[in-house]
């Protein structure tokens, strides 16, 4: 009986901690010899402690605006952003209001990120400062990475954290990741390859409840055998209880209270907080591996990323970015749920003032990777008002979880070597002393254009009931020849979509040419009058004439002409192999009937 109420206390203690909800930030830091480039990249997925529609803002170098100091009185100043920021912020979280972005990228090329690490190490007064004010104090200001994280050491100081944060910062020298919470902090410069979410690790020996429960330290395991009744622990209060062992595997339950569960030999599972192998057993004994299950999801993200270790580019963040948790040993889907939102942030060593690149994708799982340069002069609106948010929900609606991943994919191939092409010319542009801010947001616009075309044509179709036709190709004058060989399969509507993604591909390519001085007469032409046809509801003109102004030719046809040409090219090689074949057999009968006459 004693013993029973022992548990039952245990359980009520418990139930506030293994209730926080399993959805959480996820941060993945790949820089140096690690990446593809002369560049770093921090990944932030932000699963938002701000429910609503993810949104993108802009904040100018000058903004002025009064927040209050984390003190008893809560005493207001004013403040003075010094480095223009884009920021990654639920909608409601932008100017005029205080800017609350879980992600920023500012012109000094810094890139920011956060998870929330749950402690009683707080500042408890209603003034005290949550993680987006810890991010924006030193996003605005700093300068460099060192200069960032004297700043974010500075909230500590000053002990204003609301919330125990872990913070991340990669500029294009360096890249840090700090542990903090009221009272202290830790800092470790990262040389390659990081992954981390919601946890602690250096702090973890002042984080009460998981030295309690869970274990002495976050990288703490054990390699152990053990029969039917073992406990296993790490240190803590909880452990895994063996109920049985079989030839075949292992029943083991969380102990004190869990439900059984069945690890076959050589797999392994999640059991409440923990990770357990089944390593090998006789039929009486079993050896196991126990230890923190966030340790091997690190681990597991971590081995997919060396992989590629010294060719990480965005591409590879992106797709890291829509794993689910069946992808990762069914521990934490890096997509998990809805009002979500990635940012990967790309900072090159040089030119970061202007090159370094924010792709955003208001729900990874349901949208297109839209690029935003730190230069850029303004985002496509729907990005900044919610509705891309709201298209990518109704997508995720549609399609569910990864069912729309790899027609994204297909669209992100091309944006990235737009990007890649655009950047050249932007560094031809720096090199010549000019200004390359109008130019690259040019580019991105239409490319947030695109991808919001797009999105909505998938939508339309999907609601028709109908296929969805691959429309991307690999390139875009690829594309422009699928949208030409649909202009017969298409409703008016859907045509007008395909008509506007078109226009928006000849703009950029025109915005290109213009910069380098490669537009001719004749270019000029084909663009006007692809556009005016598009306009005027001729589709098929308007998407050859778009054609030849991107390819250089015109022929009159493509497409679907040129496949009927090919068809009938196919029949007459066909009929005439036919009658080769006649002949011959005639031949031979002709030649055994003049034999059997003989």
């Known amino acids: 009986m004693k013993r029973g109420l022992q548990a039952i206390l245990l359980c009520s203690l418990l139930f506030p901690f293994f209730s926080m909800p399993s959805i959480a930030c996820k941060d993945v830091i790949v820089v140096g010899d690690a990446t593809a480039g002369d560049f770093n990249i921090l990944m932030k997925v932000r699963d938002p402690s701000r429910p609503g529609p993810q949104v993108l803002c802009i904040v100018e170098s000058g903004y002025r605006y009064r927040y209050h100091l984390p003190g008893i009185k809560g005493i207001e100043r004013e403040y003075i952003v010094k480095h223009r920021f884009i920021g990654v912020v639920t909608k409601g979280d932008a100017p005029p209001n205080i800017v609350k972005a879980g992600i920023a990228l500012s012109d000094a090329g810094i890139a920011y990120g956060d998870a929330d690490s749950p402690s009683f190490w707080i500042n408890p007064l209603r003034t005290s400062w949550d993680d987006f004010d810890w991010i924006r104090y030193a996003c605005q200001s700093a300068s460099s990475e060192e200069e960032a994280i004297d700043l974010l050491k500075e909230v500590v100081n000053m002990h204003a954290p609301g919330v125990s944060e872990n913070l991340f910062v990669v500029g294009p020298r360096k890249a840090y990741v700090m542990e903090g919470d009221a009272v202290r902090y830790s800092v470790k410069e990262i040389k390659d390859v990081l992954v981390m979410s919601n946890y602690p690790k250096d702090l973890w020996k002042y984080r009460l409840l998981k030295r309690l429960f869970i274990s002495r330290s976050f990288d703490f395991e054990k390699v152990c055998s053990a029969g039917k009744g073992s406990v296993i622990r790490l240190g803590g209060i909880l452990g895994v209880k063996v109920l049985g062992v079989g030839k075949n595997g292992v029943y083991v339950k969380l102990w004190p209270m869990g439900k059984k569960i069945f690890i076959k030999i050589g797999e392994g599972k999640v059991v409440g907080p923990f990770w357990i192998d089944a390593l090998g057993t006789d039929g009486r004994l079993v050896n196991l591996r126990i230890c923190y299950k966030y340790k091997v999801w690190e681990e597991e993200i971590l081995n997919r990323l060396k992989e590629r270790y010294g060719k990480i580019d965005v591409k590879d963040l992106m797709n890291l970015s829509r794993l689910h948790a069946d992808d990762i040993k069914g521990i934490r889907g890096m997509c998990e749920r809805f009002n979500k939102a990635t940012a990967i942030c790309k900072i090159p060593y040089k030119h970061f003032e202007y090159l370094s690149c924010m792709w955003f994708a208001p729900d990874q799982c349901s949208s297109i990777y839209i690029p935003v340069h730190v230069c850029c002069k303004e985002i496509f609106d729907p990005y900044e008002n919610g509705d891309a948010a709201r298209l990518a929900r109704e997508i995720l609606d549609l399609f569910g979880h990864g069912g729309f991943s790899s027609y994204a994919n297909k669209v992100e191939s091309i944006f990235i070597d737009e990007v890649e092409r655009a950047e050249e010319i932007a560094r031809s542009l720096i090199k010549k002393g000019k200004d390359p801010s109008e130019f690259l947001t040019n580019i991105d616009l239409e490319l947030q254009k695109q991808a919001y075309l797009t999105e909505l044509f998938v939508v339309s179709l999907k609601k028709e009931g109908k296929v969805i036709p691959v429309i991307w190709g690999k390139d875009y ?32 390519r025109f915005e290109e040419m213009k910069v380098t001085g490669n537009l001719s007469d004749c270019k000029v032409k084909l663009f006007e009058n692809g556009i005016e046809e598009i306009d005027k509801g001729d589709f098929e003109q308007g998407f050859l004439k778009i054609h030849a102004f991107l390819s250089g030719e015109y022929t009159g046809k493509i497409g679907r002409n040129q496949s009927k040409a090919d068809l009938v090219i196919f029949i007459l090689v066909f009929l005439f192999f036919l009658l080769v074949i006649s002949i011959v057999i005639l031949t031979l009968i002709r030649n055994k009937i003049c034999l059997f006459s003989k």
């Open 477 to 508: 004058t690829s594309s422009v020849s699928r949208f030409f060989a649909l202009s017969d399969d298409l409703n008016r509507k859907n045509l007008e979509l395909l008509g506007e993604i078109t226009k928006s591909i000849a703009r950029l």
